[in-house]
């Protein structure tokens, strides 16, 4: 360690949360349903790793407490004006923007999982089948629409995950820092003096 990257920020259930669910993700995104296990484990995985970090958020230490990132909306319409003109001030943590995105991302995450276990639910002989009759969504159209907004969320999920890695290369560059080194190590270099907020 150097005294550069002096300062301890992501704790080491944030980084195991993040690259289990990195690979979790994209697996069960590629995998689709050629090959239903799989798809159908990492997605469980998917959704056991938001619960456990929806708890974390709570418990964690300072940078993973959502009190720590999670802003109101005019603060991250704020922040995100200021990055349009160049001033964006450094966060140790997640940014307000940043902070938006890991919000909606775990809400979609939710949904996805959610959506897609009570999908494998709609076949009878599933522990959920008595639950997802129950609610009228087992037959061939109930079926279909869990499929489609099961889709419809996955897809989302992507296209969020993609804004998202564009937020950090460009946070990245915009404060000459790598923020992927950071979710691996868990540290970062102190703010400089210009960087401290007034
Ligand atoms: C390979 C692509 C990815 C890279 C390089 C990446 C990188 C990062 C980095 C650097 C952070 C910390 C951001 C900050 O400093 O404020 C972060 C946070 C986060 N990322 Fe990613 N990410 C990737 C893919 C994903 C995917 C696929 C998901 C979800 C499906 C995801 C969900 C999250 C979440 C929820 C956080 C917040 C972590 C926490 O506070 O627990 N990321 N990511």
Redesign the pocket.
């Known amino acids: 360690m150097t005294t550069t990257n002096a300062i301890p920020?992501?704790d080491r259930?944030?980084r195991l949360?993040?690259w289990l669910?990195?690979a979790?993700?994209?697996t069960a995104y590629l995998v689709e349903d050629d090959l239903l296990g799989v798809h159908a484990w990492a997605g469980y995985l998917?959704f056991s790793l938001?619960v456990l970090?929806l708890a974390?958020?709570v418990v964690g230490s300072r940078?993973?407490r959502f009190t720590d990132?999670v802003r109101r909306p005019r603060e991250v319409l704020g922040y995100l004006q200021s990055t349009l003109s160049g001033k964006a001030r450094r966060?140790l943590?997640?940014?307000p923007a940043?902070?938006a995105?890991?919000v909606v991302?775990?809400g979609s995450?939710l949904a996805t999982t959610v959506l897609g276990m009570l999908l494998l639910g709609s076949e009878p002989g599933n522990n959920l089948y008595g639950f997802v009759s129950g609610v009228g969504l087992a037959g061939e159209t109930g079926e279909e629409a869990l499929e489609e907004t099961h889709e419809l969320f996955a897809n989302f999920?992507?296209a969020?995950?993609g804004l998202?890695?564009a937020?950090?290369?460009f946070?990245?560059l915009a404060h000459r820092e790598n923020?992927?080194?950071?979710?691996i190590t868990g540290r970062?270099r102190p703010n400089r003096p210009e960087e401290e907020q007034a």
Do not use: C, Y
């Open positions: 920020v992501w259930f944030v949360f993040h669910l990195v979790a993700f994209f998917v938001v970090r974390w958020g940078h993973a990132f966060h943590g997640h940014n940043g902070g995105m890991v991302l775990i995450l999920t992507l969020l995950v998202h890695v937020g950090v290369l946070s990245s923020l992927v080194r950071a979710m970062k």
